[in-house]
């Protein structure tokens, strides 16, 4: 058995999760709201959280994206930033890292 890392694999399983996720999210912010008044601020407290949680998802989709085309163009795992290669411990930890470690602590 090896345990090579296999970024393809890696980027469309994160790539299901989070389209799977905002699919979810979609679902229960489309569901009917409480007539009652109470009721709806509490839902609309809701919805703002939703709407939060489905803008993470939705940005995880585009950085697995983008790594997909990075990948499939021969950049992946090359610091946008530096040129240098990201650390094989980083890919595997974040797939869609476009950084390394040195460069990422600069972005803070």
Do not use: K, T, W
């Amino acid at each position: 058995m090896s345990d090579a890392f296999d970024p393809r694999g890696a980027l469309e399983r994160l790539h299901r999760e989070y389209r799977q996720r905002a699919e979810a999210i979609r679902g229960d912010l489309g569901l009917l709201h409480d007539s009652d008044a109470v009721e709806q601020a509490g839902e609309r407290q809701n919805d703002d959280v939703l709407h939060a949680l489905l803008a993470e998802a939705e940005e995880g989709l585009r950085q697995v994206e983008q790594a997909l085309r990075r990948l499939a163009e021969g950049r992946y795992g090359v610091c946008r930033r530096c040129g240098q290669p990201v650390e094989p411990a980083r890919l595997a930890a974040l797939p869609a890292a476009e950084l390394c470690l040195h460069c990422a602590g600069l972005e803070r």
